[in-house]
């Protein structure tokens, strides 16, 4: 496969230790100034607004007049102030349920594109900046990153000043990786991961792992952070208690997660992993508090991030849309009229026209796989290609099919999509 896919919104943060000279650590107390003062708009502005809290662009025309007689800056400065104001009060209120001034005492300050200008000359780089018009301040190093050559490849797209730092962030740094020599589809579901690897235009042996331990380790911390909320009294205690939990099963997550994607990476080296495109499902209504929880905590997308910065190739979303309502062997509609007793999840899809029982989630794996190929312009046909005949037996569903009604679900529980329920 010859064929570059470039993947969109690639981002690669590198930090460079500098010293930084008086005009930028007063430019950096001014932005901390100023972002007080927006702040202090917005929340004004949101109150008033029945707590809608305003975008940047809106709160950037309310304190323009006050930026521009008060802050001898350029005036695109503006940009970052009211988008870090904007950004701080949206997170203090998720954090903390209510509408109130932030605290902000740490000296940074996100820089636009437009305002500053990389140069490199041999092994060492120069950053300007434009404080006023045509009014510069220059702040060289020498990049040791191991990762500079790789990820400065890419356009910067941004840079954040802090008191000893300079973060620049590359956009598109890893964007040109190749295509793989083999696609591998990845259904990511509650407690497995299944996959279907295409080689060479051939269907090979599908894998099915197992996340049972990242669900042991969720139930196990919630019931912890339940017995807190309920038997400790002092509330500074009990919150310091809620964190270090919080703190702890992230760890643990995050360790379970990076042992599975450096499984998958390993078990299929110079593939091109294709997952589905799940941005916005927590967002959809769903029913049942229970569903809900599971999907609210499942960790899909740091899955996803793990592997696609860990693989030496690219990574490709296609569109989740009808990955378990249409059968990627003969296109027919695929019904679901079983659920397996004391398991939320659905497990099997029918299929009229084939005559048979496959396993749902290995079934969309290789969905998910011969949309990846259609994405490279190699579309893969299952049912015109030999190798289906050999691995037919692993995608079929061998255990006993329940009715749905025995089960205890609805015909519409049983058709519903699987990026739904599962």
Not at 43 to 68: E, S
Not at 309 to 326: D, E, I, V
Not at 391 to 410: F, M, N, P, Q
Request: charged letters at 25%.
């Amino acid at each position: 496969m010859s064929h570059l896919w470039k993947s969109l919104g690639q981002k690669r943060t590198i930090a460079v230790p500098y010293e930084p000279t008086p005009p930028i650590a007063r430019y950096l107390s001014d932005m901390r100034d100023a972002t007080r003062m927006a702040l202090a708009y917005a929340l004004v502005y949101a109150r008033l607004d029945g707590g809608k809290i305003p975008n940047p662009i809106r709160l950037r025309k309310r304190i323009r007049p006050w930026f521009v007689s008060s802050m001898p800056y350029a005036r695109h400065h503006i940009n970052p102030v009211c988008s870090k104001a904007v950004a701080l009060l949206r997170a203090y209120r998720k954090k903390h349920k209510r509408l109130a001034l932030p605290s902000l005492e740490k000296l940074s300050m996100r820089i636009d594109g437009e305002l500053f200008k990389m140069t490199r000359e041999g092994d060492s780089a120069c950053i300007r900046i434009t404080i006023r018009p045509r009014e510069y301040e220059y702040l060289k190093f020498k990049p040791s990153h191991k990762k500079w050559g790789t990820y400065s490849s890419g356009r910067l797209g941004e840079i954040t000043l802090t008191i000893d730092r300079l973060l620049l962030t590359f956009v598109d740094g890893l964007s040109s990786k190749p295509l793989g020599g083999a696609l591998v589809g990845i259904d990511l579901n509650f407690a497995t991961v299944d996959c279907t690897p295409i080689r060479g235009h051939k269907l090979e042996t599908p894998l099915t792992i197992s996340t049972g331990n990242i669900e042991h380790i969720q139930d196990s911390f919630a019931r912890r952070r339940r017995r807190l909320q309920l038997h400790v009294k002092n509330p500074l205690k009990r919150q310091r208690k809620l964190e270090e939990a919080r703190g702890r099963q992230r760890s643990r997550i995050r360790d379970s997660l990076h042992k599975l994607t450096t499984g998958l990476v390993r078990t299929y080296p110079n593939a091109t992993f294709v997952f589905e495109d799940l941005k916005g499902i927590r967002s959809r209504p769903r029913e049942g508090r229970r569903f809900r929880t599971r999907l609210n905590r499942w960790p899909y997308r740091m899955a996803q991030t793990m592997v696609d910065y860990k693989s030496p190739m690219a990574t490709l979303y296609p569109n989740p849309r009808g990955t378990s309502a249409r059968c990627p062997v003969c296109g027919g509609k695929i019904e679901h009229p079983a659920r397996i007793k004391s398991d939320i999840r659905w497990r099997v899809s029918a299929c009229p026209t084939c005559g048979a029982d496959y396993d749902r989630n290995r079934l969309a794996s290789l969905a998910i796989a011969c949309r990846g190929a259609r994405l490279c312009g190699q579309p893969f046909s299952v049912s015109e290609d030999a190798s289906w005949l050999l691995v037919r037996d692993e995608y079929l569903w061998h255990g006993s099919v329940v009715d749905t009604a025995i089960a205890g679900g609805t015909e519409e529980g049983a058709n519903a999509p699987k990026e739904a329920m599962s």
